[in-house]
């Protein structure tokens, strides 16, 4: 692979790292809360995911149908009965509360399905690929990448457009303020949480298509996604698509000098980000 | 005297272990203007948290239109009919002008008051109303907050010092709105500073002091020397 | 209760010395698993106590302490193997490097706030894990074993051995507990109590945040780096997967503090005691027990946020290790 392959594969892939972040990115912008559990919960999305096609025998991108409102369904409840319980002025609760369920949830999964790592299959799409510019670029990564943009788009224009949105941000501004306007800030925080959620199914299908997965690939999206997140800029969902390109790239990067340096690579872009722009390439919000 | 729209007895209410409102008692009769005074930290603003549920308060200690409303959440006042000017604006910094009005209309009451009804009242507001919130004057910022609580077409708004921070021309303009909005049947609580200015506005009284009530009644049985003395916890 | 510092905390030291002297006489009488046991103990009861200072004190949650528990292993084994230093020379050296590497990684991780920062130091633990793990002469992904003749070293027989580990522990543990105990009721210990119940208003008094922070971040890497390195020793075999371990060293341990109770001492002897007890119970039910333990940390999260001993504390006003100056609700 030459470097040009590298980078637009790296860039293909940033775009599944972007989805990653953005279920982060919207639940903290609209209630300060980062989900620890976030990764964990797309592998759990592909569980079930896996779930639902062995017992349909459906094709994975039409599981969605099931698994995007049954994930959606779940975030609404534990956000609403769980972590609404948390939110306050103590940092600790939510980050202890999410860090309790991501260990229940990988060790749910390996009680459930053991360490063996799966895959889900798309059929030919998986191989499918087509010709850029003399480029080889497979059809799945394509797709992928134009569903977080796709994704991105319409969580803007929600926001900025729909009643909703205003609800979410006028909560996410002075959520004591919105109560006192009447918005019910409990079940607003329990919506976006359900959103965040339906982000976290797609992201899930689309992982398992691509690769293999086991009960503890979670904590690996969460970093690559909350990489994404900060290197992006804090409250900029383009910036967080720009973050996961730059993750990405980085990865593919690393990966031509020695697979062992791939991950690696990407922690060092990181931490130099960090250093250098700590508040990120494109910061909206304080 | 009109019949009361909101009333308030034995309310005792505080921020965790501290308590800051001790017992206190008042009566807003219908379509008037009732004038809440008190030096800095008399609990004017804890008691506006507390009837609008921000704060803990009891079932009976606080009544609207003779039903005690004391364990309703906060988020249904608005609907019920009870709503908040707050200390400091507190506009949403993401929002328009239009959209800080249509959110406070999507969540309060169908009714007269309209954005565009907010608009005739303050025409400035209609010129900037794709402004964000925060990117305007004072005094234009409270008015967006007032025309946030009009549209929700309470029975009840509570100001909470709207003079805070102004000139004292803008807030003549700012104050300028109460007489249309009480004449269009809105009953008003007002905090204010300045003495002279609520003697000329409130038709009855209450002086808080230390977080119980020093001083209550209609507006002239009280000459200024008592209020002052009152206020200062004399 | 008054700011008498002289009478609770000399019951509080001499409790720990006749405790001390109790245990430390244990290889004369306990068996070999029971002191492993005691000396198990004794490492989680440390590293909860110092996880307790960070988070429960100076407000940074950190999910990446295994990476000092990896360091201070590793640089043990580094030490020994490549410096020829007696194993027990090797641990100071151990407690510096871990020192050095959080007092590199701290201005980049208090960059980041609140959850964020605990990601952060998540992603500093993997960074140092595999940069261990790339290192060819440090056995990359398999590990190396301790050297014989280095284990000798430290004592004749293998009870003298099992004796001398046992007493760095205990030594760790008692020494970190009292150690803890003394800084907070110390004068830069109030720093601490002020920046664990306001950090706001913490730095309008004059508490310089970022200081406290950073001091607190880089002694508690170091001592981790510590006890890293006498439970690796003990081990006598280190790869990157045992030494960053997540779960061994940071879920346990965030969850003994949680349920015994944040921001209280004696809640990392409850928490730990009550993890303890856990394991035993439910050892044939492999992963079920992590999901007790997450549920208990979850049910303290959002019943009783001052677990265990918090609320033995409220219901029956009982204090062991108060570090109280004033009454509290």
Redesign the interface.
């Known amino acids: 692979m030459n470097i040009a392959d590298a980078v637009v594969q790296g860039i293909l892939v940033g775009g599944l790292y972007a989805l990653f972040a953005a279920g982060l990115s919207l639940i903290f912008g609209v209630m300060?809360?980062?989900n620890?559990a976030h990764g964990d919960f797309i592998v759990l999305a592909a569980y079930v995911a896996m779930v639902v096609i062995e017992a349909s025998g459906m094709n994975p991108f039409a599981a969605l149908i099931v698994v995007v409102p049954l994930m959606a369904a779940l975030g609404y409840v534990i956000q609403r009965f769980?972590l609404n319980?948390?939110l306050g002025e103590?940092?600790?609760?939510?980050?202890?509360?999410?860090?309790?369920?991501?260990?229940?949830i990988?060790?749910?999964l390996?009680?459930l399905f053991s360490t063996d790592t799966r895959r889900l299959s798309a059929g030919p799409i998986e191989t499918a690929n087509l010709s850029l510019g003399g480029i080889t670029v497979g059809v799945l990564p394509l797709i992928t990448f134009a569903s977080a943009v796709g994704l991105i788009l319409l969580l803007e224009v929600g926001f900025f457009r729909s009643?909703l949105g205003?609800?979410f941000?006028?909560t996410?501004?002075?959520a004591?303020?919105?109560?006192?306007?009447?918005?019910?800030?409990r079940h607003i925080f329990a919506l976006a949480m359900a959103l965040s959620f339906a982000v976290i199914a797609i992201a899930g299908v689309l992982l398992a298509v691509r690769s293999n997965f086991d009960p503890f690939s979670g904590?690996a999206r969460?970093?690559y996604g909350?990489?994404a997140v900060?290197i992006g800029g804090l409250g900029n969902l383009w910036g967080t698509l720009a973050g996961g390109v730059v993750i990405g790239v980085a990865q593919s990067l690393g990966a031509q000098i020695s697979p062992?340096?791939q991950?690696?690579a990407g922690?060092?872009v990181?931490?130099a980000v960090?250093?250098i722009r700590?508040r990120g390439l494109f910061p909206r919000m304080d | 005297m009109a019949d009361p729209i909101l009333s308030v007895s034995g309310l005792s209410s505080g921020y965790g272990d501290f308590q800051a409102l001790f017992d206190v008692s008042l009566t807003v009769p219908e379509k008037s203007v009732l004038g809440l005074v008190g030096a800095n930290g008399a609990g004017k603003s804890t008691l506006f948290k507390a009837v609008m549920g921000l704060l803990p308060r009891a079932r009976d200690m606080v009544t609207f239109r003779g039903q005690p409303i004391g364990d309703v959440h906060p988020e249904r006042m608005a609907q019920m009919g009870i709503v908040m000017v707050p200390e400091g604006r507190r506009l949403f910094r993401s929002l328009s002008v239009e959209e800080n009005l249509r959110l406070a209309r999507d969540h309060g009451r169908a009714g007269d008051w309209t954005p565009e009804r907010v608009y005739e009242l303050f025409p400035i507001l209609g010129e900037k109303r794709r402004q964000p919130a925060t990117a305007l004057s004072g005094g234009q910022q409270q008015m967006v907050a007032i025309g946030r609580a009009l549209v929700a077409n309470p029975a009840v708004i509570l100001f909470d010092e709207i003079s805070l921070g102004l000139a004292p021309i803008v807030v003549n303009d700012v104050y300028a709105a109460l007489p249309p909005i009480v004449d269009s049947g809105i009953s008003a609580v007002v905090v204010e500073q300045d003495v002279d200015r609520v003697l000329k506005l409130a038709q009855t009284l209450v002086c808080l002091s230390e977080g119980k009530v020093a001083l209550s009644g209609p507006t002239e049985s009280f000459t200024k020397a008592q209020l002052t003395a009152a206020y200062f916890g004399e | 209760m008054t700011l008498s510092l002289s009478k609770p905390a000399l019951r509080v030291a001499l409790g720990l010395i006749v405790v001390t002297l109790l245990l430390g006489s244990a290889p004369w009488w306990a068996g070999r698993a029971d002191l492993r046991l005691i000396g198990e103990f004794m490492s989680f009861l440390a590293l909860a106590v110092l996880w307790n200072l960070l988070a429960g004190y100076a407000g940074l949650m950190s999910v990446g302490q295994q990476a000092f528990v990896g360091i201070g292993g590793y640089m043990l084994f580094i030490g020994v193997i490549w410096l020829g230093l007696p194993p027990l020379a090797a641990i100071p050296l151990a407690m510096l490097v871990a020192g050095l590497a959080a007092a590199i990684f701290a201005p980049l991780l208090f960059r980041l706030e609140g959850a964020y920062f605990a990601i952060g130091t998540w992603v500093a633990a993997e960074t140092v894990s595999l940069i261990f793990s790339a290192i060819p002469s440090l056995g990359a992904g398999a590990g190396m074993s301790l050297p014989v003749a280095a284990v000798r070293s430290i004592a004749d027989s293998r009870d003298g051995r099992e004796a001398v580990i046992y007493w760095l522990l205990l030594g760790l543990g008692v020494g970190t507990l009292a150690g803890a105990y003394a800084l907070i009721r110390s004068k830069p210990g109030l720093a601490l109590m002020a920046l664990r119940d306001n950090a706001l208003g913490a730095g309008s008094v004059g508490v310089d945040i970022w200081r406290t922070r950073f001091w607190t971040y880089v002694g508690v890497a170091a001592v981790t780096g510590a006890i890293g390195a006498v439970i690796f020793l003990q081990k006598l075999r280190i790869s990157p997967v045992s030494a960053f371990s997540l779960t061994d060293w940071t879920v346990v341990v965030i969850f003994i503090v949680v349920i015994g109770g944040i921001g209280r001492l004696e809640g990392a002897i409850l928490g730990t005691l009550a993890y303890f007890i856990l394991r035993e119970l439910l050892v044939d039910y492999g992963a079920i027990y992590m999901i007790v333990l997450g549920l208990a940390a979850i049910l303290v999260m959002t019943v009783s946020r001052a677990g265990i001993w918090g609320a033995l504390e409220s219901r029956f006003g009982w204090s062991l290790l108060s570090t109280r100056r004033h009454r509290r609700e």
Not at chain 1, 90 to 104: E, R
Request: zero cysteines.
């Open positions: 300060r809360l980062v620890i769980i319980r948390t103590d940092l600790l609760p939510p980050i202890l509360v999410t860090f309790g369920l991501a260990v229940i990988q060790n749910g390996l009680t009643r205003r609800a941000r006028a996410s501004d002075d004591e303020t919105a109560r006192a306007i009447g918005v019910n800030t904590p969460l970093i909350f990489e900060i062992a340096f991950t690696l922690h060092l990181f931490f960090l250093a700590p």
